[in-house]
């Protein structure tokens, strides 16, 4: 064992099992890269094609632009300490891991549920409150368990800075800080997914009423993508926090948060452009408009 610093954790992972910290090591670069290539199209095309200026599209980019700083907040660090033999993170590096995943997780949680209610008042009014409730409460959290004594205990159970894992290090009792969580998850999962659920029962009506096959398959469409959003989202999200950390089970803990990290923020985009044929539109316009500037930069150099 190595040698650290007071200021410093030890990330654990899967550093017991090598064969499969090099697998995840494999699926997480994937998964990572994907993230960035997916959500930069769908950040880049809904901000250069006009058609693409509705709330939904915007929530959409805004979406997209969460997923991007909320990976690589994590991603980076994480293959990293795969690769490495010293799997450290600064204290400094653990605060800011900690409060910038947490911050853009609870931002995004309420983003899901205001973007099943698309309406154009909405996107002034509801947007900055996301963002303020979702970053107010994750200083609050972070405060609360960076605070707890850890009595020299620095080596963490998990890939990276999460707060289940943070409370577990705790020399102290947690139950107060177990409580303040678990309503906050309340808050910020069950809350949220509620609102989606009743959102789509009373849309549910109207869509059956449309005469036109074509515009009720469109419409269910649409509802699908946000829904496998949310399915994916929220059911690890809620597996892993609706639970009291003093039973937290430290194996389906890491698998959970590498899944709602990880493979959901790399499967929105995809969701969003293979069911969205005005993404389709809008990509191979750019595409033929590509290829047009590039002949015309052909011909006139030739000419």
Not at 20 to 49: K, P, Q, R
Not at 73 to 99: D, E, H, W
Request: proline share 4%; glycine share 4%.
């Amino acid at each position: 064992m190595y040698l650290v610093s007071l200021g410093e954790f030890i990330l654990l992972g899967v550093s017991d099992r090598p064969q499969l910290e090099m697998l995840l090591f494999v699926l997480i670069l994937i998964c990572y890269t994907m993230t960035l290539l997916g959500n930069t199209t769908i950040i880049l095309v809904s901000w250069l094609d006009s058609h693409l200026h509705t709330p939904m599209y915007f929530f959409l980019s805004n979406l997209s632009f969460l997923d991007l700083c909320y990976t690589t907040s994590i991603g980076p660090q994480m293959l990293v300490n795969f690769c490495s033999s010293r799997k450290t993170i600064s204290l400094a590096g653990c605060v800011a891991q900690l409060y910038i995943s947490l911050s853009l997780g609870f931002t995004e949680c309420l983003l899901l549920a205001v973007m099943a209610y698309d309406r154009y008042a909405a996107v002034c009014q509801l947007l900055p409150t996301t963002c303020l409730c979702g970053f107010g409460n994750s200083m609050l959290q972070t405060i609360l368990t960076l605070q707890l004594p850890r009595c020299g205990q620095n080596q963490i159970e998990h890939f990276l800075c999460e707060l289940p894992a943070l409370l577990k290090l705790a020399c102290v009792d947690t139950s107060a800080n177990e409580a303040e969580l678990l309503a906050s998850a309340f808050f910020f999962l069950l809350v949220p997914l509620g609102f989606i659920l009743v959102s789509y029962s009373y849309t549910g009506a109207p869509v059956l009423r449309i005469h036109s096959a074509k515009g009720r398959l469109k419409t269910f469409n649409t509802c699908t993508s946000h829904l496998a959003v949310v399915s994916l989202f929220y059911g690890t999200a809620i597996s892993m926090y609706l639970q009291p950390p003093s039973s937290y089970s430290q194996d389906r803990g890491k698998m959970a948060s590498l899944f709602y990290t990880m493979v959901t923020p790399m499967l929105n985009p995809l969701i969003y452009m293979l069911r969205n044929k005005e993404v389709h539109r809008a990509l191979e316009y750019k595409c033929k408009a590509l290829k047009s500037e590039k002949v015309k930069r052909e011909i006139k150099i030739t000419s």
